[in-house]
């Protein structure tokens, strides 16, 4: 899509160049595809702009999204390698918030991971250690009142610098929708899983 | 998301297997955002799984997708020099149609040059050279009449083997839709653009 020319200028007191240089608070829902895949799409891009892109993972699945990772770890080290793009870090939930001691395991409970993931996250937030960030499927322990919304929104607009955020998932909460920049719905037209197929590598994970 | 289980098995004569294997035709339409992004996402698992990555683009843009294009021909050498993942190419309209002879520039005539980029892919598919198509924006062309929209469906249907294709734009013809597996609508919820933001780098390209 070509850059875009502004509908309106608003009143707000800000310059164009901080307007445009302002961090974007994305949300990805629907019930259609595409909601994390255009995420990963756009840490590709946040990749290439030199940024240090961070995905956190949230809700345990037996295939995680490995594509995307094993893609979005090779830019990571080719950034390690050669300088170019930015790095990446990758954490899934529970056992994979590497940065929980042996003794805080959350083991299995999966209210207590989120909620341990989600304040690391406002944690790095706070001393913006990373450029952009993919909170993949975080709608769910939102919507499961696992995580306070009403926190999560009032951290996210306070966040400090010009760190932009990615959230996706369904059914997101509508104070979540009231704060975001960029909100797309992705509506299902129709997709193979109607038609009796199931999944396949490279296509689905 | 998990792994789905089939709603129904439709009764086509064809094993479990043979469906999972079947070729997606996938189209992501709508006005809202992600509708390449996601597919420049898929491009990324299709990466991982070792397929070979095709991508086209239509419509001539001062700045394309300059970040995508970083990052998936960054993954095509890790392919190469790693042998992880699999071949991607990338080719632009016009002068970007890599396998035309200097003398049959397409010039300035943009319908004729989406023609020859649309030649040059049902020739491929024939032959069978990729394995997954990325058509970026490619509803324009057929939408405006430059290509015709049959042939595409037609020539799509017949393809050979097991190739996917994903075809990203708005206005997806009818036909298109109808003979696709997998379609997705992104619809606008809200966009930055509409506060007056003008786009920025790693957000919007």
Known sequence: MPKGVPLTVPDDGLTTRQRRNAPVLGVHTGDGKGK????????????NAGMDVAVF???KSAKWRVGEETALRALGEVHVTTGAGGPV???KMGSG????????????????????GWREI???LAEQEH??????????????GWVDVDEVVETL????????????????????IEAA???TEMVKVRHPMDAGRKGQKGIEW
């Open 36 to 47: 994390s895949t255009a995420a990963f799409g756009m840490a590709m891009r946040a990749w």
């Open 57 to 59: 993972q949230f809700v």
């Open 89 to 91: 870090s990758w954490f």
């Open 97 to 116: 918030w590497s940065w929980l001691r042996a003794n805080d395991s959350d083991g299995d409970d999966h209210a207590e991971a989120a909620r341990a």
């Open 122 to 124: 406002a944690r790095r």
């Open 131 to 144: 450029d952009f960030y993919v909170l993949d499927e975080f709608t769910y322990p939102l919507d499961w």
């Open 157 to 176: 607009r306070g966040r400090p610098g010009r760190q932009h955020v990615i959230i996706t998932g369904r059914r997101a909460p509508a104070q979540l």
């Open 181 to 183: 920049d960029l909100v």
